[in-house]
């Protein structure tokens, strides 16, 4: 938190920062994305079903 600056929320902020320990691929696999937006309000996890049946279909 030091290193980059970052505060605890003091309002009404409606960000999550998610640390991970080691490397990261470039891009983040999709169902990384599919689980962070699942994670989320009702219109995040909304979009997670619709990412996930858009790409499951591809495996």
């Known amino acids: 938190m030091r290193?980059?600056?970052l505060l605890p929320?003091?309002?009404p902020e409606?960000?999550?920062?998610?640390?991970?320990?080691?490397?990261v691929s470039d891009p983040i696999p999709w169902l990384a994305v599919v689980?962070?937006?699942a994670d989320g309000s009702a219109r995040e996890m909304q979009q997670a079903e619709v990412?996930?049946?858009s790409e499951s279909h591809h495996v």
């Not at 409606?14 to 490397?23: E, I, S, T």
């Open 35 to 37: 689980a962070d937006l």
């Open 51 to 53: 990412l996930f049946r």
């Open 3 to 5: 290193k980059h600056m």
């Open 14 to 23: 409606n960000v999550v920062l998610r640390a991970v320990d080691g490397p």
């Open 9 to 11: 929320a003091r309002g």
